[in-house]
């Protein structure tokens, strides 16, 4: 029987710590229903994605249950978790699988409070596991205030035709994504501005652009028309902070497209910075490089900070994206792009389109 | 709605009403709060209610000046009602 809705602090799930995999727990974290608002929407979104008929994410429900495996060392041990339908009603209920590796954040709060309580050191190594928590049956809801996303409409396959794709895997045919070339150029001249002063600084800013549905699929897509930069910010040679003048900036500018009817559906898709440093504090080349075609260095990655500035700015919007330019180890650039899978920020392409005429969309 | 009073106010008689919305524009929420709450009190309680991350400390924006709020103030000394405040993350990008 299902148990009411989960309160923001009651824990569906825990996550447990240890020294070694498979040994003693040093402690257990909760996860509470705040920390899977993020695989909520997701589930929710993959719904919409299937053609939903576009329940508010505020109204989204959904009920969790542990998935287990098995492994020779360990035995049994719970692998991640599924979002389901609560109370199936159609003949193919929805089921979403989230690997634990989605709770790492949790992981990490538990282990920065093992520190203070000083039962870790800092930076030693820790393994964490999941289990089900003390309100396993409770049912999960999207965050108040959260609608449908408004739509754009434009045909999927007219924009595929020519687009030239980018690191596109498998994967990314369920969320296609697309740049038009000069959102895709800018990008990358704001990520990489930094690169030119001294001391080089991370800069930035914010990819714009419209969530759109096919008419002839129903498959929802984004396209990145344009990029915000994030003038006004803080930057330092490993940190880029927006700061209340570079937020209203974005706001003011958001507002006026989205009061204009060929741009009523910009939204803020994702973010774009640089990395102007090059890889392991600028050491040599390694005693492969000249044998090599491609440089395995950059310091195009999604870092730890940057990962939580998204769950922050993002949370809830499953449909985020994430770019960093970077530099390898022969100073020749790199490029990283992200979008949310299984709860967290993963690897993925997009296609580049040469412009977004106002007549594909509608 | 959520209500925080401090124990000597009446529920209707002194209570300050704003919105308060996400950093995207996506997700914005009715107010109902006692004026003399410090910010910091009312940023907590807003968070949690948006269901933001619990592990990022945030910060409330009058959308009107721009300017954070003081945390340490009550937040009636700070606000009009009827403001909009944007609900906005301390963190930063950054390797």
């Excluded at chain 1, 203070?116 to 030693?124: D, K, S």
């Excluded at chain 1, 915000?228 to 940190?239: C, D, F």
């Amino acid at each position: 029987m299902l148990e009411g809705i989960a309160t923001p602090e009651a824990a569906p799930l825990s996550v447990h710590l240890h020294r070694e995999r498979g040994g003693p727990s040093l402690g257990i974290e909760p996860v509470s229903a705040r920390d899977l608002v993020d695989a909520v929407a997701e589930a929710w979104f993959y719904e919409l994605c299937a053609g939903g008929a576009g329940v508010r994410l505020a109204d989204f429900e959904t009920r969790l249950r542990v998935v287990e495996a098995e492994d020779t060392e360990i035995g049994k041990y719970t692998a991640g978790f599924e979002l389901l339908e609560p109370e199936p009603v159609s003949r193919e209920p929805f089921s979403y699988y989230f690997p634990r590796e989605c709770l790492a954040h949790v992981a990490a709060r538990g282990a920065r409070r093992l520190i203070e309580e000083g039962r870790l050191a800092t930076g030693e190594l820790y393994f964490y596991g999941l289990t089900a928590g003390d309100a396993p049956d409770a049912l999960l809801r999207g965050p108040e205030g959260r609608g449908v996303p408004g739509l754009a409409t434009a045909p999927l396959r007219r924009l595929l035709e020519g687009a030239e794709p980018v690191d596109v895997g498998e994967d990314d045919a369920a969320y296609p994504v697309f740049f038009t070339r000069s959102a895709r150029e800018r990008a990358e001249r704001v990520s990489r501005k930094g690169g030119d002063v001294s001391p080089p600084v991370e800069t930035g800013g914010l990819l714009i652009g419209p969530l759109c549905r096919c008419p002839e699929t129903g498959q929802l897509f984004a396209v990145v028309v344009q990029v915000l930069e994030a003038t006004e910010s803080e930057a330092t040679k490993y940190s880029l902070t927006y700061s209340g003048p570079t937020w209203a900036r974005v706001q003011a500018l958001l507002r006026a497209q989205q009061a204009h009817p060929t741009t009523r559906h910009h939204r803020i898709l994702g973010q774009s910075h640089g990395h102007n440093f090059l890889p392991f504090e600028g050491a040599e080349p390694c005693a492969a490089c000249r044998l090599v075609d491609v440089c395995t260095r950059s310091s195009a990655y999604l870092s730890a900070d940057d990962r939580t500035w998204c769950r922050a700015v993002f949370s809830g919007e499953p449909w985020q994206l994430s770019q960093v330019f970077g530099m390898d180890a022969r100073s020749g650039g790199t490029e990283t792009f992200y979008g949310q899978l299984g709860g967290g920020l993963t690897r993925r392409g997009y296609w580049v389109i040469d412009e977004l005429r106002d007549d594909g969309l509608a | 709605m959520s209500r925080l009073h401090t124990s000597s106010q009446k529920a209707s008689d002194e209570v300050l009403l704003f919105h308060a919305a996400n950093v995207t524009g996506t997700q914005e929420i009715p107010v109902e709060i006692g004026p003399g709450l410090s910010v910091r009190a009312v940023t907590d309680s807003i968070a949690s209610r948006m269901a933001l991350p619990g592990d990022v400390a945030w910060s409330l924006r009058d959308d009107d000046s721009s300017a954070y709020l003081d945390e340490d103030r009550p937040i009636g000394d700070q606000l009009a009602p009827g403001a909009h405040v944007t609900v906005t993350p301390k963190t930063h990008l950054g390797a």
